[in-house]
T-cell receptor, first 117, second 115 residues
């Protein structure tokens, strides 16, 4: 089955700096890669996602890049703010029309991001 | 439009009791997924259901765990004869299942504590 590795496990930055979190996946059939932000005791919330037919996607201070050949994707947060502090999870999914694996997300281990004021 | 609802938010059970966790998907969503999150770990897939059907239960332990999503009412994750290792946060997510690829919206979770 799919395996997703995420690094680093913790990341500490100063306010205004950039933060980069990297993930690798094992199954070349994976074609959907969402990123979730989870604050302490709260639900995971989708912040950005990318599909395998796209190499990069941006949404204000957040961007995600995907390298299908190398099977890795990264989250980039620019101009970090203290409210960006949370646990970030990457995930991968395989969509096969009519297949039993449709929809299942395989998550990375998470990155605890701390932004110091 | 209410988001994904889960109840109870917190559940305490003694070893050997049963735990029932409920999930109401977003309006119009017919796909439900259950994930388990152990303390300081990532989310692990358990089971994927559509109305009245289990599509993929590859992540669910074969014994003591069961799930259903009836035609009417919420999806239920049932854990029989709970053990301390079942203590975790259980999240459900729902998706539309068509159009936008696989975007899953998570509920607030049920935090199960087994004494």
């Amino acid at each position: 089955g799919e395996n997703v590795e995420q690094h680093p496990s913790t990341l500490s930055v100063q306010e205004g700096d950039s933060a980069v979190i990297k993930c690798t996946y094992s199954d070349s059939a994976s074609n959907y890669f969402p990123w979730y932000k989870q604050e302490l005791g709260k639900r995971p919330q989708l912040i950005i996602d990318i599909r395998s037919n796209v190499g990069e996607k941006k949404d204000q201070r957040i961007a995600v890049t995907l390298n299908k050949t190398a099977k890795h994707f990264s989250l980039h947060i620019t101009e970090t703010q203290p409210e960006d502090s949370a646990v970030y999870f990457c995930a991968a999914s395989i969509r096969r029309a009519g297949g039993t694996s449709y929809g299942k997300l395989t998550f990375g281990q998470g990155t605890i991001l701390t932004v110091h004021p | 439009n209410a988001g994904v609802m889960q109840n109870p938010r917190h559940l305490v059970r003694r070893r050997g009791q049963e735990a029932r966790l409920r999930c109401s998907p977003m309006k119009g969503h017919s796909h439900v997924y259950w994930y388990r999150q152990l303390p300081e770990e990532g989310l692990k897939f358990m089971v994927y259901l559509q109305k009245e059907n289990i599509i993929d239960e590859s992540g669910m332990p074969k014994e003591r765990f069961s799930a259903e999503f009836p035609k009417e009412g919420p999806s239920i994750l049932r854990i029989q004869q709970v053990v301390r290792g079942d203590s975790a946060a259980y999240f459900c997510a729902s998706s539309l299942g068509q159009g936008r690829m696989n975007e899953q919206f998570f509920g607030p979770g049920t935090r199960l504590t087994v004494l």
